[in-house]
């Protein structure tokens, strides 16, 4: 499939702010089954000083500066991406998940002992007794890791409600377990804390669902708006493989991906910090379009008085 995508963010202060300091991450990976066609970054007002670099994780990151009075800041990320749905293994022909625990705690440097950073704890993520026996219903001795995590996602899908008024960006991850509610991001911290807690490698995953289905298809949760889920370590025959327990499925065509890091700390979409006082406001629209395999994407003009990043300029 093929998506424009177009991503604002809206900020209005209450005070007039001097100083801006910002990093964003909104352009789509290049992975093996999605390619970033075409990306560009429109920020108003135009940025004093700006560069842009791959952060720990090979994540585009775009860090710019404002210096001058301003009472709000508007960034709008335009998107080409074509995504291709990956081919994932057969779930019962996946090791045993002690098997793969017990390889990405390794003494030397392996594949497996690579993806073993990802075990442990991290801004927003700690590991637990209550996230590990959460997990041991489903993760029995030598069951299938990708056939246990299947699920685990089916089981939190159910046992949790999504409810954007439950939570918001700051709730612990052990507040919205036992609330058992909350929205994409905690849903994901949540998979990620239960897999942490037995030994096993999970990375948070930013980015986009399709906004419009296909004739037939369910409209998923979180769509017209950023999005996260999980990917989870299957050992390294397999790789990672991800998993949406927000809608209890493994993500396809259907999901953009954008970032991913230990939680949602390593990839938020627009954080900064600014010099001045008052309270701040920020709207976010999200709009993800499909077209045609066969059609042309909708030609971007780029708007007068503002500052364009290329994706390629990001890649420097």
Same mark, same amino acid.
């Given at each position: 499939m093929r998506y424009e995508? +177009? &991503?604002t963010t809206t900020y209005t202060y209450e005070e007039a702010v001097s100083i801006g300091h910002h990093l964003a /991450?909104? #352009?789509p990976r290049d992975l093996p089954k999605q390619s970033c066609e075409f990306h560009e970054l429109d920020i108003l007002p135009e940025p004093l000083s700006m560069a842009g670099y791959r952060d720990y994780f090979g994540n585009a990151t775009l860090f710019f500066g404002l210096h001058g009075s301003h009472k709000s800041l508007k960034v709008t990320a335009r998107s080409f991406v074509d995504v291709t749905a990956p081919t994932p293994p057969k779930p019962l022909d996946t090791p045993a998940w002690e098997h793969v625990r017990t390889a990405v705690h390794a003494n030397e440097l392996t594949p497996d002992a690579e993806a073993g950073e990802f075990c442990f704890v991290s801004p927003y993520i700690r590991v637990s007794e209550i996230f590990a026996d959460y997990a041991a219903v489903s993760f029995k001795t030598e069951r !299938?890791? $990708? =056939?246990? #995590?299947?699920? $685990?996602? +089916? /089981?939190?899908?159910r046992d949790f409600k999504f409810d954007p008024k439950a939570t918001d960006i700051a709730t612990p991850v052990?507040?919205?377990f036992k609330l058992r509610s909350g929205v994409c991001q905690d849903f994901a911290h949540i998979l990620i804390a239960c897999l942490r807690s037995i030994g096993l490698p999970a990375r948070y995953v930013?980015?986009? $669902?399709? +906004?419009?289905? !296909?004739?037939?298809?369910? /409209?998923?949760?979180?769509?017209d708006a950023s999005h996260a889920w999980v990917s989870i370590w299957c050992g390294a025959e397999h790789g990672w493989f991800d998993l949406d327990p927000t809608n209890n499925c493994m993500p396809?065509? /259907? &999901?953009?991906t954008v970032a991913y890091g230990r939680d949602f700390? =390593?990839?938020? !979409? $627009?954080r900064g910090v600014v010099s001045g006082s008052g309270e701040q406001k920020m709207v976010v629209a999200v709009d993800v379009?499909?077209?045609? !395999?066969s059609g042309l994407f909708t030609p971007v003009q780029p708007p007068s008085q503002s500052q364009t990043q290329s994706q390629q300029s990001q890649q420097q």
């Open positions: 995508i +177009t &991503h /991450r909104m #352009a !299938p890791i $990708l =056939d246990a #995590a299947l699920e $685990l996602n +089916t /089981r939190l899908f052990e507040e919205a930013s980015g986009y $669902l399709e +906004t419009l289905p !296909p004739v037939g298809k369910p /409209r998923l949760i979180g769509a396809s065509e /259907r &999901h953009i700390s =390593d990839v938020s !979409p $627009l379009m499909p077209r045609k !395999p």
